[in-house]
């Protein structure tokens, strides 16, 4: 089974950029559509991004759109989630997640998780 590594995390100002990566073993990535959620203190595991197994279709939840970017690079297989234009309410712990499903974009759907990384968005 697949197991998942999440890298990238910090602080960062607001109106700054990270990439978070998620290098995946164990499994060939291309076998898995993958997902980013957050987590917020006192919060919910929230969906992010997600990047189906073909590497084309993605979705992203209403407040990163336009400034969220998830893709794949099936060769080195790593997903990434470049994140541009932070605010401080993106402040949360970030996870990646595989499922075999084509596309998935709950969090039930993906059986493999991460351990998550830190993304701290000063204002």
């Known amino acids: 089974q697949v197991q998942l590594v999440e890298s990238g995390g910090g602080l960062v100002q607001a109106g700054g950029s990270l990439r978070l990566s998620c290098a995946a073993s164990g499994g060939t990535l291309s076998s898995y559509s993958l997902g980013w959620f957050r987590q917020a203190p006192g919060k919910e595991r929230q969906f992010a991004a997600a990047?189906?197994?073909?590497?084309?279709?993605?979705y992203y939840e209403d407040s990163v759109k336009g400034r969220f970017t998830t893709s794949r690079d099936n060769a080195k297989n790593t997903v990434y989630l470049q994140m541009n234009s932070l605010k401080p309410e993106d402040t949360a712990v970030y996870y990646c997640?595989?499922?075999?499903?084509?596309?998935?974009?709950?969090?039930?759907?993906?059986?493999?998780w991460g351990q998550g990384t830190q993304v701290t968005v000063s204002s």
């Open positions: 997640a595989a499922t075999p499903n084509f596309m998935a974009t709950t969090a039930h759907e993906f059986p493999f």
């Open positions: 990047i189906g197994r073909n590497g084309v279709t993605t």
